[in-house]
């Protein structure tokens, strides 16, 4: 079954490592994450973005799909099913479908008015039982169209949002959506030290995963990252595996043009992305 993320961040936070939310755009990639939260017994988040849960054809199709495939697979780990980047309207269109967390992306209006906006969330989201993310300060690059430049989050402001009692909280330190680029100045580790010492024990969450080297990853983990995600990685592994499936003419072989042959490598390889971040983040047996 489905989870709140609350338990397993706070968990994670205690102990000192972190919980991947790994991103899913269809069937295989879910399917993949979940088999190998299972055989590493690692809690999981599986993300969703606005714009894959309309390509899934809607929100309510992707929890239906979640909920079966735990039940189908026999998956005994805790998954927490989250929104991320969620609108306003988003989120109430994920708690109607079903989902366990969600993720209220205020951080591109006026401190006040995300104060406002996450004040009502967070207080449905007690009522249903869900986990809530918030996040303060842009994250860069983009995203389903929405551009963020990087910005560090304001500590204070980090503050006045964790005060409203969210599950976890987003903090821009400068890392970055998508591909690193060559001149990254790496993440502001002054930043997050700044917004731990005003947020206290609240789990703090690291967008843009990929990329970032191992020993910033660690350094995070134990300033207090509860949460790492994980999308473009996974993206691009899938990716390439299948680009040397079609190079290798495997594709031609029998049936090898049979999806399911065809997206067998790039499932396989999503698998070993999970499981490599899922040691590097420390949530190994800690299901």
């Known amino acids: 079954m489905l989870v ?14 972190a919980v991947g939310q790994f991103n899913i ?18 809690p999981v988040i599986l993300g969703v973005s606005e714009g894959a849960g309309k390509y899934m054809t ?3 199709t992707v ?8 039940e189908e697979l026999k998956i005994t780990v805790p998954v927490a099913l989250h929104l991320d980047h969620g609108s306003y309207d988003g989120c109430y269109k994920c708690m109607e ?13 006026p401190i006040a008015e995300n104060v406002e906006k996450t004040t009502e969330l967070v207080k449905v989201c007690g009522e249903k039982g869900l ?13 389903d169209g929405v551009v963020g430049m990087g910005e560090c989050a304001d500590p204070g402001e980090c503050k006045q949002v964790a005060d409203l009692g969210v599950t976890m909280l987003a903090a821009g330190i400068g890392n970055i959506h998508g591909k690193y680029p060559e001149n990254w100045a790496g993440l502001s580790f002054d930043t997050l030290a ?4 005003q947020v206290g024990d609240m789990p703090l969450v690291l967008h843009g995963g990929t990329g970032i080297p191992e020993d910033q990853i660690k350094k995070a983990i134990s300033l207090g990252v509860a949460k790492i995600n994980v999308n473009t990685e996974c993206q691009l592994s899938f990716a390439d595996a299948t680009r040397k499936y079609i190079e290798a003419g495997k594709d031609l072989e029998g049936k090898g043009f049979d999806p399911r042959k065809l997206l067998a490598p790039g499932t396989e390889a999503i ?17």
Request: hydrophobic share 40%; charged share 30%.
């Open 194 to 197: 700044a917004i731990k010492d």
């Open 4 to 17: 709140s993320a609350k338990d397993m961040l706070e968990k994670a936070r205690d102990g000192k490592y």
């Open 97 to 109: 479908a079903g989902f366990s967390s969600i993720m209220f992306d205020g951080s591109h209006y």
């Open 25 to 42: 755009n269809n069937l295989e990639w879910t399917k993949a994450v979940l088999q190998t939260a299972e055989e590493l017994k690692s």
């Open 271 to 287: 698998k070993a992305t999970v499981k490599e971040k899922m040691e590097l983040f420390g949530s190994v047996g800690k299901a």
């Open 131 to 143: 986990s809530i993310e918030a996040e303060v300060g842009s994250i860069g690059g983009e995203e």
């Open 63 to 70: 929890a239906a799909m979640v909920k079966a495939m735990i």
């Open 58 to 60: 809607g929100y309510k």
